[in-house]
């Protein structure tokens, strides 16, 4: 494999449209990226995406994509009509049962892996301690740690134990902040000892349980880095999620081109700092401009020796091991074999008697 070909397997893209135009197969091909993200703007029906990932792999025949959808349940699903679309992760939170949330997290694996898609961008490891916080809230399974470190457990489980990568997010914790890092950058205030206390314990338990990927917030901590926002400082991802919680795994980005980036960053320069920072996988989920300028600029960046080839190398392994775990080898799905899975009756009886459960938790005993 080419440096060329290395620095591509460090880039997880998004696109417009439903289809594998030609201008987006002659980028696949050029670039050679190492994952897809897709978004509610691609997907239409289980057919369409069937044909959509098996369209995405053949234009990658030198390294299968990982293809990421962010599917949580609630407000943020991302699959159309067709599939079993869970509540929220709060709703399994004030059930507090494990059960519903390894058997949720299994079936959205199962409805996945049938139309192609091999990663998970759940679950959310925040706990929700901040009422202000305006981004988190019901995406979090609670408002304590050790509900978040359970039911995040179950879910890790449940996705990978049906060959589904689960990526823990957003390290070390968005559930303290009350602004939008889509909007804004946070600043977390927090002590050290509150973040040890709160934030960071489900992030330790899914380390020690084998997460397979990791996704960092785009929140600036003054407790642990006053200058920098995790995912562009070394000092978070480095020092404290390799170095001190021995996290060997795959780190992908937030999206690069939300506003806590973009807007104190230029894309080129917050690419090639994420690397440095120890991120192995850079997101950037819509702009094809901006994926070729961080692309060109991570490029010259191995080219002077600023991103050592020891480094891209490190990256290189985590994603290889990740892929042979979960997406190698690469076979094609069918649509027969998807809609007997998407949405089949056993799902749609698990998501009902999950229901039930928000009929229960809403009569006046429990409010």
Excluded: W
Aim: proline share 6%; glycine share 6%.
């Amino acid at each position: 494999m080419t440096s060329r070909d290395k620095i591509g397997q460090l880039f997880m893209v998004g696109f417009l449209g439903t289809s594998v135009t030609p201008d987006l197969a002659s980028f696949i091909k050029k670039y050679k990226p190492g994952g897809v993200i897709l978004f509610s703007r691609n997907l239409e029906s289980v057919e369409q995406m069937v044909d959509l990932t098996n369209d995405l792999q053949a234009c990658s025949p030198h390294s299968p994509l990982t293809i990421s959808i962010d599917q949580e349940g609630g407000r943020v699903s991302r699959l159309p009509k067709g599939f079993t679309i869970f509540p929220p992760c709060s709703l399994l939170g004030r059930s507090n049962s494990t059960e519903l949330a390894y058997a949720a997290a299994a079936t959205i694996a199962k409805e996945l892996k049938a139309v192609g898609v091999n990663m998970n961008m759940a679950p959310v490891l925040d706990v929700n301690s901040n009422p202000d916080n305006p981004v988190i809230g019901d995406r979090a399974f609670g408002t304590t740690p050790d509900v978040v470190c359970e039911l995040g457990l179950a879910t890790i489980a449940g996705l990978q134990d049906n060959r589904v990568v689960a990526c823990g997010k957003h390290f070390p914790g968005h559930g303290d902040t009350n602004t939008d890092s889509h909007k804004e950058l946070p600043v977390v205030e927090a002590q050290r000892d509150r973040l040890e206390a709160v934030e960071f314990p489900p992030f330790r338990r899914a380390i020690q349980r084998g997460v397979a990927s990791m996704m960092t917030a785009h929140v600036l901590y003054r407790a642990l880095d006053p200058e920098l926002p995790a995912t562009l400082s070394p000092t978070i991802i480095t020092d404290l999620l390799r170095r001190e919680l021995q996290y060997d795994g795959a780190v992908l980005t937030d999206d690069l081109e939300m506003l806590a980036i973009i807007d104190h960053y230029g894309i080129e320069d917050a690419a090639v700092r994420a690397i440095l920072a120890g991120c192995d996988i850079l997101l950037i989920c819509k702009d094809r401009d901006r994926e070729i300028a961080a692309f060109e600029a991570v490029e010259k960046a191995v080219e002077s020796g600023a991103i050592s080839t020891e480094r891209l190398d490190l990256s290189m392994a985590r994603i290889a091991r990740l892929k042979d775990r979960f997406v190698a080898p690469y076979k094609p799905v069918t649509v027969s074999d998807a809609k007997l899975i998407a949405g089949c009756r056993t799902h749609q009886a698990l998501l009902h008697s999950i229901e039930r459960i928000r009929e229960q938790l809403s009569h006046p005993q429990y409010s």
